[in-house]
């Protein structure tokens, strides 16, 4: 199996942050949450 790195854009980031806002206005620390799990499970560089 290739392995493959993710470059997430500065524009993707900033909606990252839209949507980690999002979940925490729907439940305290839910954005946390999501932003944790996004981040642990992509092969980012």
Known sequence: ??????KVEQ???ADIQ?????YN???A???KR???T???NLPLR
């Open 1 to 6: 199996m290739r392995k493959f790195k993710i």
């Open 18 to 22: 839209d949507i980690t806002d999002w």
């Open 25 to 27: 206005e729907q439940l």
């Open 11 to 13: 524009e993707a980031l």
């Open 29 to 31: 620390g839910l954005g």
């Open 38 to 40: 996004f981040f642990t």
């Open 34 to 36: 999501f932003q944790i």
